[in-house]
């Protein structure tokens, strides 16, 4: 069976362009990492709060930024072990790499 050739009117080009400029790659970096970095400065206040015996000696911004470089290196190896971001299972896996520095600095300073 023979189809007819389509209309040429109908096709369109596409010019190459980059894929993102470089604002919003900047962006798209920024939100992927924003998790982590949010949920170790909650992590942080709320350790602060409740834990105030263990953790009094601790600043507040050395929590958040052991726990958001955990986060970030646990969102990297979640992207890595399952190929896009977004799953469940790289925000839980987050959530325990946010966790165990703030856990290990107050373990720390009980001793």
Do not use: C
């Amino acid at each position: 069976m023979h189809q007819a050739s389509p209309n040429p009117r109908t096709f369109q080009t596409f010019k190459a362009q980059p894929l993102v400029n470089p604002l919003d790659a900047f962006w798209h970096i920024a939100n992927f990492f924003a998790p982590a970095w949010g949920v170790a400065a909650i992590l942080a206040l709320a350790a602060k709060l409740l834990w105030r015996q263990s953790y009094g000696s601790v600043a507040w911004g050395r929590l958040a930024l052991w726990g958001g470089l955990g986060g970030s290196l646990g969102l990297l190896a979640a992207l890595a072990l399952l190929g896009r971001d977004g799953k469940m299972l790289g925000y839980g896996l987050m959530l325990l790499t946010v966790a165990l520095p703030q856990w290990i600095l107050g373990l720390r300073l009980r001793k």
